[in-house]
């Protein structure tokens, strides 16, 4: 073997370990979990719950929210099964998934579709005021408690909960049905404090439950549920 040949060896093998690393770049983009910040999707989050939930407050009626969101999650599902079975257009796909799907929804549907279902049964099922309770607080409570769990959790109180993840979520709540009733629910002020102190007080704790189902689901259906059950005792 000549010297030319090594060289020509060399080169290849230092382009072989650039491509490679390029792809270890490029596939450590797709191992987020919900241990990591993930700040492009909790960003996407918060602010597709809080465009939703301030379009429905303002400029639609309660049937044209039905209509707009049963075609979005319609359109959101064909396109979530195009990317799962067709695995010949990932570096499409990727190009979206790749900031703001989780390692696990690589090859599942992703969080987008319970998601809006979420907010579809909520609209759907319950009275204006409640269902934007409900979406504000999928919107603001569940990326805000991640967030300062996973940066300032020191208390465990289980795996995936901290102390100060739980305060956070219902600081966040209970701030949300404060601001949503006071602007919408025509009842004293002392009511307004109780109903949404028990009702973040309930929401917390099932969302400190960690179900098996999609949180993205839950809570909204669960926030609403609590908040008609509350106000309809007191």
């Not at 956070?168 to 009842?187: C, D, K, R």
Request: glycine share 4%.
């Amino acid at each position: 073997m000549n010297k030319t040949d090594i060289e020509i060896i060399k080169n290849e093998d230092i382009t072989s370990s650039n491509h490679n690393e390029t792809e270890e770049a490029s596939d450590s983009k797709l191992t987020k979990t919900r241990a990591d910040l993930h700040l492009p999707r909790r960003f996407f989050h918060l602010s597709m719950g809080m465009s939703c939930g301030l379009i429905y407050k303002h400029y639609l009626t309660h049937q044209q929210a039905i209509h707009i969101l049963g075609v979005a999650t319609c359109i959101f599902y064909i396109y979530e099964q195009f990317r799962i079975k067709y695995p010949e257009f990932k570096s499409i796909f990727s190009q979206v998934s790749k900031y703001l799907l989780r390692a696990e929804e690589q090859l599942k549907e992703s969080a987008s579709i319970p998601f809006l279902m979420g907010m579809l049964l909520t609209i759907l099922t319950f009275p204006k005021y409640m269902a934007l309770v409900a979406i504000f607080t999928l919107a603001i409570s569940d990326p805000f408690s991640a967030v300062v769990g996973i940066m300032f959790g020191k208390t465990k109180l289980k795996e995936n909960r901290s102390l100060e993840g739980c305060l956070a979520f219902f600081g966040s709540t209970l701030m949300v049905h404060l601001i949503v009733l006071y602007a919408l629910y025509p009842e004293s002020m002392l009511k307004r404090i109780i109903i949404s102190v028990l009702s973040s007080t309930f929401v917390t704790w099932f969302d400190y439950l960690e179900l098996k189902i999609d949180d993205n689901l839950t809570i909204p259906i669960v926030t609403a549920s609590s908040l008609w059950i509350i106000t309809a005792l007191i």
